[in-house]
């Protein structure tokens, strides 16, 4: 049995992918949601900048000179390796870049996809290996938009699954630095699956998730399921409340 590299949950015995419709949305939604944080990152590169969210004080006084930027933003934003290199003294930050990290898979997926050609005797010879463009440019959320169009050919390879990791851990990382996470929508229906109300749309992902016991569906299912409770569900809830009030003017 062939198990999904991000979740190791059982994949269908007929796929040749290495990883799930639910995980690869939420890779999808996280290539989505990267370029979102770009301009709150360069919000936060003066020191005493920041994200300010309604009621926050303003920012007090310091003891000595600030650095003139944020190192932890600038590595970020600046260039760099898009796999972390030896640091024998320990001294290296060890954040990969985020346009070093996302152009350095697009190089990795180009250089396994495969390419045709045809010799000058008209022999077709497919081999791996090209260069990535983006016709949107070479900055991060080109590479982003880039890396989406091309997730169906990585889903079909097992490095799949550090690929998720390291997007991952990158996007944590920019939620923490611009307190931006994605927008939650809870829906009204039910789950399906465990009849809780938890099912909730999150920003950039197409998959509508419970939140309580991990049930995932299409937009389309959810409107056929909701179709079939809403409808009933609100009856007995209408039923209640006049029930309540007969018993309160009763009482
Ligand atoms: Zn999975
Ligand atoms: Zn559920």
């Not at 996280?30 to 303003?58: C, D, F, K, N």
């Not at 950039?204 to 299409?218: D, K, M, N, P």
Request: hydrophobic share 40%; charged share 20%.
């Amino acid at each position: 049995m062939t198990r999904c590299a991000i979740c190791s949950r059982p994949l269908p015995a007929d796929t040749d992918l290495h990883a799930c419709a639910p995980c690869l949305d939420q890779l999808r939604g996280m290539l989505a949601e990267i370029p979102r944080h770009l301009p709150l990152l360069a919000l936060l590169l003066a020191p005493t900048a920041g994200v300010r969210t309604p009621g926050a004080s303003a920012p007090t006084g310091r003891a000595h000179s600030p650095m003139p930027l944020r190192l932890d933003v600038v590595t970020l934003l600046g260039p760099g390796h898009a796999v972390q290199l030896p640091d024998p003294t320990g001294d290296q930050d060890p954040t990969v870049p985020i346009r070093p990290l996302l152009s350095g898979w697009a190089s990795y997926i180009a250089s396994q996809y495969p390419t045709v050609h045809r010799d000058p005797h008209g022999t077709v010879h497919i081999a791996p290996g090209t260069t990535p463009r983006s016709r949107f440019g070479a900055g991060p959320a080109a590479w982003c938009h880039w890396l989406a169009a091309y997730l169906p050919f990585a889903a079909s390879h097992d490095w799949i699954g550090d690929m998720y990791r390291q997007i991952d851990h990158l996007v944590r990382l920019l939620r923490s630095k611009t307190d931006r996470p994605p927008t939650r929508t809870p829906r009204n229906a039910p789950c399906p699956a465990c009849e809780a109300f938890g099912l909730v749309s999150t920003e950039g992902e197409q998959l509508i998730t419970c939140e309580a016991c991990g049930h995932r569906l299409t937009p389309a299912a959810y409107r056929e399921h909701s179709a079939a409770v809403l409808p009933p569900l609100t009856r007995l809830a209408v039923l209640f409340l006049d029930d309540r009030d007969t018993a309160r003017k009763a009482s």
